[in-house]
């Protein structure tokens, strides 16, 4: 029994009469997290997880939102469904749905190891598993969170010695805070993009442990420290907003960073290999703790990664 189908306005199940993370307005989107990839303005109504709530409303604005905790679980039109953490971002989940004894789980986006924001990957036994590929590829091999943190700080020292601002580029939602969190012990103060300031404070009133930051203002530029720690989003790189700071020093924070070609086109002054998303081994372990009978591979590597499945006896299959 296929519980989901591909349509032009995305995942949709037919009996339950419901989309996940569609890409264009339908009646009712069960979203997997805030991320602007997956959750899309002009739905009539939203169900997601409380924290994704609060980060959509302030990326899309008001809408009509219904909120499940994980572990939770309803019915809508006999189909059961429940949230699980998937452990990308703050709020991000992977959907079980359940109808007639048939098992399928979107993962939406997901990372294996637990950064102390976003929660920790819950493996969910299932019939098909459908999952993320970004880094569908052997060679993308993460090192522990510690070792990321340890680097970065060093990094920050570094630049602190020879009076330079660190100016980290990374996702306003998800590295941002992890990047602030690992900057925190090492640095007295940490500045951020607005973009960055709007879901740091919408977290910190959720209740998430966060440093605190200061907001970059028009008027306070000029008056950040040498030594200060600064996070923004990827595209701020060389766009005049940088150009009112003082003396800096730049790194992308992205799992692409992983590979030296890629870094060294990046026009950053370093790179950390820092991601949200499950490395090669990470999408392997998840895959297998869930038991699925078979595996729809999409964003990314997608080829590749069901391709090596189906060699080790795995049904899998593409999603465009």
């Keep these: 029994m296929a519980l989901l189908q591909l349509t032009n306005n995305g995942l949709f199940c037919n009996q339950g009469q419901f989309y996940i993370d569609p890409w264009k307005p339908v009646e009712k989107a069960i979203i997997t997290h805030a991320h602007s990839d997956h959750a899309k303005a002009g739905h009539q109504s939203y169900l997601c997880h409380p924290v994704t709530k609060l980060l959509l409303q302030v990326r899309l604005g008001n809408y009509s939102y219904q909120t499940m905790e994980w572990n939770e679980s309803i019915y809508i039109n006999g189909v059961h469904i429940s949230l699980h953490p998937a452990g990308h971002v703050a ?61 970065v700080q060093s990094w ?105 070609g890629q870094a060294k086109r990046n026009p950053a002054d370093y790179g950390f290999a820092i991601s949200d998303h499950a490395d090669w081994n990470g999408l392997l372990s998840a895959i297998e703790s869930t038991c699925a009978e078979k595996v729809i591979a999409t964003h990314g590597f997608s080829d590749v990664l069901s391709r090596y499945l189906i060699e080790q006896g795995i049904e899998a299959c593409v999603l465009e």
């Design 91 to 151: 709020g991000s989940s992977q959907v079980r749905i359940e109808y007639m004894g048939e098992i399928w789980v979107v993962s939406g986006d997901y990372k294996t190891i637990d950064d102390g924001i976003s929660g920790m990957f819950e493996p969910i036994k299932c019939h098909t598993f459908i999952t993320e590929s970004t880094f569908g590829l052997p060679v993308y091999q993460w090192k522990s969170q510690i070792e990321n943190y340890k680097e």
């Design 156 to 260: 920050i020292l570094n630049n602190q010695a020879i009076e330079h601002q660190s100016v980290l580029f990374a996702y306003s939602l998800g590295k941002a805070q992890r990047m602030a969190m690992a900057a925190a012990s090492i640095s007295d103060e940490i500045y951020v993009h607005g973009a960055v300031w709007n879901i740091h404070q919408t977290l910190q009133a959720a209740g998430f442990p966060l440093p605190q930051v200061k907001k970059i203002e028009i008027e306070n530029r000029k008056s950040i420290s040498s030594k200060a720690t600064i996070i923004a989003p990827a595209s701020a790189v060389e766009t005049p907003w940088m150009k009112k700071f003082g003396a800096y020093k730049t790194a992308c924070c992205s799992g692409w960073m992983h590979i030296r």
